[in-house]
């Protein structure tokens, strides 16, 4: 059973003038990818599927740095893994894209839920489970240090949504940050 597999993609406009190559993630239970037994969605296990992506394409490619590019939700696993995996990571453009904003800032009273069963992809439980994910701005910042420290940019995170949830406002805030467009982005880490 695969957690997460290469996506296979039509490569999106806003991408074509990247002069590299570009592939592209499907996460646990979206697109071809399998649905896990027992759920658990969290963006922290979505970051592991991207980690274990980034170390596939950097092992199978002749550079050691890969520039990521996240919408939605996309965009918080993209600046988890600028931090996480620094060193690897030249530059991370978070955009704007469903499940943008997660969900509560700071812990909640959760309700428990049962939804019917369902081999639909994405997984229903997927799209309620990372809808409610907790996003502290705190927390969401921490990795904009961290990929600072760790990276040879001096900017190693783009900015590009025009949507801006509290963890992203905080991000944006953030030194080591620009606020550019995803084309603007893209040509910067493209040097």
């Given at each position: 059973m695969t957690a997460?597999?290469?996506?296979?993609?039509?490569?999106?406009?806003?991408?074509?003038?990247?002069?590299?190559?570009?592939?592209?993630?499907?996460?646990?239970?979206?697109?071809?990818?399998?649905?896990?037994?027992?759920?658990?969605?969290?963006?922290?296990?979505?970051?592991?599927?991207?980690?274990?992506?980034?170390?596939?394409?950097?092992?199978?490619?002749?550079d050691n740095t890969i520039t990521v590019a996240g919408r939605g939700l996309g965009a918080y696993i993209a600046l988890q893994l600028a931090g996480a995996r620094a060193s690897q990571v030249h530059g991370a453009v978070l955009d704007d894209g469903p499940g943008l904003a997660g969900g509560p800032t700071g812990p909640t009273s959760q309700n428990f839920f049962r939804l019917p069963a369902s081999d639909s992809v994405p997984?229903?439980?997927?799209?309620?489970?990372?809808?409610?994910?907790?996003?502290?701005?705190?927390?969401?910042?921490?990795?904009?240090?961290?990929?600072?420290?760790?990276?040879?940019?001096?900017?190693?995170?783009?900015?590009?949504?025009?949507?801006?949830?509290?963890?992203?406002?905080?991000?944006?805030q953030e030194h080591g940050v620009i606020d550019t467009s995803v084309n603007e982005a893209l040509e910067t880490f493209a040097t």
């Open positions: 997460s597999t290469t996506a296979p993609m039509t490569v999106p406009k806003w991408a074509e003038p990247w002069p590299g190559s570009i592939a592209a993630l499907d996460f646990t239970g979206h697109g071809e990818s399998t649905i896990p037994r027992g759920g658990g969605y969290t963006a922290e296990l979505l970051l592991g599927d991207a980690d274990a992506a980034l170390a596939a394409l950097v092992d199978e490619g002749n997984d229903p439980y997927a799209l309620i489970e990372l809808g409610r994910d907790l996003r502290p701005p705190d927390y969401a910042a921490s990795f904009v240090r961290l990929a600072l420290a760790g990276s040879d940019l001096d900017e190693p995170i783009a900015v590009c949504s025009v949507f801006r949830p509290k963890w992203l406002d905080a991000v944006a």
